[in-house]
């Protein structure tokens, strides 16, 4: 009983998640201007470091939040530098 | 697969169920918001909900899940959320300024101009940001 209400709001959490992924990709591909589509990558990396914890959870390792920890720093490093790209026209200068 | 999560007590499962739902809501409003919102300084602020108090949640839910399966504190999730405490304002700050000195230098009428008093330290902003950034002398 128990069992089966954790693994469905596990299911619902991914779904949801997913969800989110998919409006998010939306602004990256639609997005008017430059900085909505930076915008919308980093909503993009946040939702997936979600995505895998919640993974993580439902299959018991401890492997996904390594991986989860990897995209969240590589989702902070992109975004600052892709910030800096649209405010100077270049990252390293 | 599930014969680990059947182990988990009920007193324990019911708070993960309700933290996962309730980050996953919080994230999905937020997107919604990315999506539907007019401009971009409006939309910078929808997402944060999700990058705060959704993945909060959801990292709470998952140090209760394994520390009780393990039967030890799991602490490790601290760093994500170290991780994303210390950079989302970081981030979208530097995203807001590079957006508003675009739609300032195109001389767009939708942000106000910058104020006559700091015409030079407005438009020095982003020289001076440049060089503890990069750690590069300017």
């Known amino acids: ?93 | 697969m599930n014969n680990h999560l059947a182990d988990l007590p009920a007193w324990a499962a019911i708070p993960a169920a309700l933290l996962l739902l309730a980050g996953a809501v919080l994230t999905l409003i937020g997107t919604v918001g990315l999506l539907r919102f007019g401009s971009f300084y409006q939309r910078v602020h929808a997402p944060t909900l999700g990058s705060t108090l959704g993945i909060g949640c959801i990292l709470l839910a998952s140090m209760l899940v394994f520390s009780v399966l393990e039967s030890r504190a799991i602490l490790h999730e601290v760093l994500i959320t170290a991780l994303m405490v210390v950079t989302t304002p970081i981030t979208l700050m530097l995203l807001a300024r590079a957006a508003l000195y675009r739609d300032r230098s195109e001389g767009s009428d939708e942000v106000p101009p910058p104020p006559s008093g700091q015409d030079a330290r407005a438009s020095g902003t982003p020289q001076s940001q440049s060089g503890p950034d990069g750690g590069q002398a300017v």
């Open chain 1, 1 to 93: 009983m128990i069992l089966t209400l954790l693994m469905g709001t596990i299911f619902l959490t991914q779904i949801m998640l997913v969800v989110a992924m998919a409006f998010a990709t939306f602004r990256v591909l639609r997005g008017p201007r430059a900085q909505d589509r930076v915008l919308g990558l980093d909503t993009l990396y946040v939702t997936a470091t979600m995505l895998l914890l919640t993974f993580g959870i439902r299959n018991g390792s401890i492997l996904y939040f390594e991986a989860a920890l990897i995209i969240a720093l590589l989702g902070f490093v992109s975004t600052a530098a892709l910030a800096k790209f649209l405010m100077r026209g270049e990252v390293i200068e």
